[in-house]
């Protein structure tokens, strides 16, 4: 996971500008009626993300047409998002394009590799509806991590994965995520969670909820795959000329390089488990 710093966009600014752009007054009346509800969901999404908490906020599970909230219904709120905030001719556009540029490089911070396409809705808007616009609620996402993101809803803090606007410090800083090196023909790896004793175990549980909801140890699998045959040209280099302690130095350096970086990249991971692994520095890489 990667740390991003949260949108500085005011809720009311979105939804007045959403607002602005529908056509029906009917709809934009109920609308403007419901904004204190919609401010107060913020507050309350404020004070519960700051303690890792969102998982108290209940879910709606009424349908498309039931009410949520003053005359407005839960479709007319996912709506809301659909059609006045993502479509490029839509006034409001503008604060999608800015909650999707916070992403350094467009990299995915939920799996640290894939490339930004689409927001994430941290809570789902079918569940909370009334979240459907709120920017802190709208994370920069690559599609394999919004479609395949496991949207059961949380009972516990342990269920929630982990948020890019607010669970940073130890989650990003400590390592998490390591691999180990299976000798097969050719090599590859396998991803895994182990985080420092010193965690509370809600972070603990946390984690590996993040790492499996997001399928990120085939994920993982598959990039380390793809970089395997690509490094091995390089090795036979190193092997040529310092032989196992060549090709284990080599390893070592991309592992410091990469982990500088990020200490949970799946590539840090990856060198770091290759540079340890005696049968892959003293040949396993061919
Ligand atoms: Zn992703």
């Known amino acids: 996971m990667r740390a991003i710093n949260p949108p500085n966009i005011s809720l009311n600014d979105v939804l007045n500008t959403c607002i ?6 009917e709809l934009s009346t109920k609308l403007n009626a419901i904004i204190p509800s919609l401010m107060f969901a913020e507050r309350d999404y404020i004070i519960k993300v700051a303690t890792s908490d969102l998982f108290q906020i209940p879910a709606f599970t009424r ?10 219904t839960k479709k007319e709120l996912k709506d809301l998002y659909s059609s006045h905030m993502v479509p490029a001719s839509k006034p409001a556009r503008v604060y999608y394009d800015q909650i999707k540029m916070l992403a350094p490089l467009s990299i995915c911070p939920f799996c640290g590799f894939g490339h930004v396409t689409t927001l994430d809705h941290y ?3 079918a569940k909370y509806p009334l979240l ?12 394999d991590c919004n479609k395949g993101k496991n949207d059961e809803t949380a009972s516990t803090k342990q269920q929630q ?5 607010y669970d940073q410090g130890h989650y990003i800083l400590e390592q998490w995520l390591y691999a180990e090196v299976e000798e097969s023909s ?22 590996q909820t993040h790492f499996t909801s997001f399928k990120l140890a085939n994920r993982f699998r598959v990039q380390a795959a793809t970089e395997l045959p690509v490094l091995k040209g390089e090795l036979e280099y190193d092997f040529t ?3 196992t302690n060549g090709v284990r130095q080599a390893l070592q350096r991309k592992f410091f390089a990469a982990s500088s970086q990020h200490v949970n990249w799946w590539k840090s991971a990856m060198y770091q488990a290759l540079a340890n692994s005696d049968w892959y520095c003293s040949g396993g890489f061919r």
């Open 20 to 25: 602005g752009s529908i056509s029906s007054d």
């Open 63 to 72: 349908g498309d047409h039931a009410i949520v909230t003053g005359n407005v």
């Open 123 to 125: 809570l789902p808007k």
């Open 132 to 143: 459907s616009v709120l920017p802190n609620n709208l994370v920069a996402s690559c599609t």
């Open 161 to 165: 994965c982990l948020h890019p606007y």
């Open 186 to 207: 050719p090599a590859s790896l396998k991803f895994n969670v182990n985080p420092p004793a010193h965690w509370s175990h809600d972070d603990k549980v946390r984690i």
């Open 241 to 243: 000329s310092a032989h």
